[in-house]
């Protein structure tokens, strides 16, 4: 049985993984090939390149790398129509993904995407390309299976694999020990995003919020896990320029024990969010993108719900404060992190509701995701 996969970033390498071992006990005999990060590698991904070739994010910035995207969709396209797989997994990356797999279905390869694309949030007429795309839908959130089934697509929820593998009840002073942090004092957690490009854009404000963070909180510890050595050499680099004096920690890779060992967190909008969720940890949120791609999403009003951050989208009401491309300035997020702080019965009622928004996503996600390919696998045959 050959699997073929493609996944763009960190985030959906952890998916693709945690799919991968589940099909593997199933089904022993599976072989797997395609893009993805060091975790897919580990499942025993044989990969035709680097998933960071992929890791591209915005209208505009992609523009620079469209030439060599498109001719690496173009590969393969190539390579599987000739030899196909017995199935295609898109794991989530829909503007490369969805072409890729509009291709490999039309030449009669049975496709899963995993990760419903938030067309029920913007760019909702990507609904359209994705119906062409995909055979089946895993959906991470348990509204999207209704919204894609009144636009002609099959979903099925699996759930985010994320809230099992973070236990309840988070143990901060282990996860502190494991970074050799001291047990009293504020930690802040750091999270500038998981691509070059975002943490070009967003490091700096999150540092100069730290630094101004620390002029009132003189024990204040700062650590940063980070995603690829690309980032962490370039995070690095900015923390020098923009807080050279920050008690800074990087841990490459220990996104969990960063999150559980933090009082407060500072979060680039993403999979980050969820994660500070399932951590129990009270976050504010920042984001900026390119000029020009903010202002096409919001000139052709792209964007169809008040809330990015996936942990105010499954929390009610939303709990974190999003500070969004110009409001994504070090006085500000330093402002709300100070507001956390100092308040203490508020970060009591978001821990709380965290937990229990955790133990409502709980449940055996690589499994559902596994036997919903399985299954597709033998409608198509």
């Known amino acids: ?27 022993p005999d599976v072989r797997f090939e395609g893009v993805g990060g060091a975790r897919m590698r580990e499942q025993g991904l044989r990969s035709r390149f680097p998933m960071e070739k992929l890791s591209v994010m915005g209208l505009v910035e992609v523009l620079r790398h469209l030439p060599e ?14 030899d196909p797989p017995d199935l295609f997994v898109g794991v989530d990356a829909p503007d490369f993904n969805l072409g890729l797999e509009a291709a490999l279905k039309e030449g009669g390869v049975p496709v899963l995407h995993y ?11 990507r609904v359209k390309r994705l119906r062409r795309a995909a055979d089946r839908v895993l959906c991470l959130f348990p509204f999207e299976p209704e919204f894609l089934a009144r636009h002609g697509v ?8 994320l809230a099992a593998r973070y236990p309840l009840e988070p143990d901060r002073p282990a996860a502190r020990a494991a970074l050799g942090l001291p047990s009293a004092g504020t930690v802040l957690a750091l999270l500038p995003g998981s691509r070059r490009t975002e943490v070009e854009r967003i490091a ?38 923009h807080a050279p004096g920050l008690p800074l ?38 984001y900026r993108m390119h000029p020009l791609t903010y202002r096409l999403i919001a000139g052709l009003r792209l964007l169809k719900t008040e809330r990015v951050a996936m942990a105010n989208l499954l929390s009610e009401p939303p709990l974190a404060p999003e500070l969004l491309q ?12 100070e507001a956390l702080l100092q308040d203490g019965a508020r970060r009591a009622h978001i821990q709380a509701a965290y937990a229990d928004t ?24």
């Open 326 to 337: 110009g409001s994504c300035e070090a006085g500000r997020l330093a402002a709300e992190l």
């Open 204 to 241: 700096p404000p999150f540092l100069e919020a730290a630094e101004r963070l620390r002029a009132r909180h003189g024990g204040l510890r700062v650590v940063t896990p980070t995603a690829t050595e690309a980032t962490e050499r370039r995070f690095r680099a900015l923390a020098r320029r």
């Open 1 to 27: 049985m050959r699997v073929a996969l493609v996944a763009a970033e960190p985030s959906g390498d952890q998916l693709a993984a945690g799919l991968m071992a589940a099909l593997r006990e199933r089904r």
């Open 115 to 125: 990760v419903s694309p938030t067309v029920w949030a913007w760019r909702q007429r």
């Open 69 to 82: 995207l498109l001719a690496l969709r173009r590969r393969l396209v190539r390579q599987w129509r000739e």
């Open 249 to 286: 920690s990087v841990h490459p890779g220990r996104t969990r024990e960063a999150l559980t060992a933090a009082d407060v967190a500072l979060v680039a909008s993403g999979t980050a969010t969820l994660e500070a969720l399932l951590c129990k940890t009270p976050m504010v949120v920042g």
């Open 154 to 161: 099959e979903g099925r929820y699996v759930g985010h694999p």
């Open 358 to 381: 955790h133990r409502r996503l709980r449940v055996e996600s690589d499994r559902l995701a596994a036997e919903a390919a399985l299954e597709l696998l033998e409608k198509g045959r």
